[in-house]
């Protein structure tokens, strides 16, 4: 598209920025940043609250759930093969670490280990 026929819309990007102060401004939560590690780590920590290793924020109350873990875990392990060559080497290392680490604290009730 030739450079005199493109429109922009300046308007739209004067209101992000304003979006992106206004909450600051009053107080209001900003979520954060998109980003993988946040959101494998979030998976991983649902995945710990389901292995007991900490209490459910809802209820307050530890609960093993290991139906739910498993599926979590498994839900990692499918990001893992799906995400292969595609992320940065700390992405790929995270993703190792909470894997494995994951699987072991999910085995370790079978295999009588305590951790």
Do not use: C
Not at 12 to 24: H, L, M, R, T, Y
Not at 29 to 35: C, S
Not at 87 to 115: D, H, I, S
Request: charged letters at 30%; glycine letters at 4%.
């Amino acid at each position: 598209m030739d450079e005199t026929q493109k429109k922009v819309d300046e308007d739209w990007k004067q209101k992000v920025e304003k979006e992106k102060i206004a909450p600051k401004e009053e107080g209001k939560f900003i979520p954060p940043e998109p980003d993988f590690k946040f959101f494998i780590t979030t998976l991983a920590l649902q995945a710990s609250i389901a292995l007991g290793h900490m209490a459910n924020p809802e209820t307050q109350k530890t609960q093993k759930d290991p139906a739910q873990a498993k599926f979590i875990i498994d839900t990692l392990g499918m990001l893992q093969e799906k995400t292969k060559g595609n992320l940065t080497q700390e992405e790929t290392q995270l993703l190792e670490n909470l894997l494995y680490e994951l699987r072991l604290a999910y085995l370790a009730p079978e295999t009588g280990e305590v951790k």
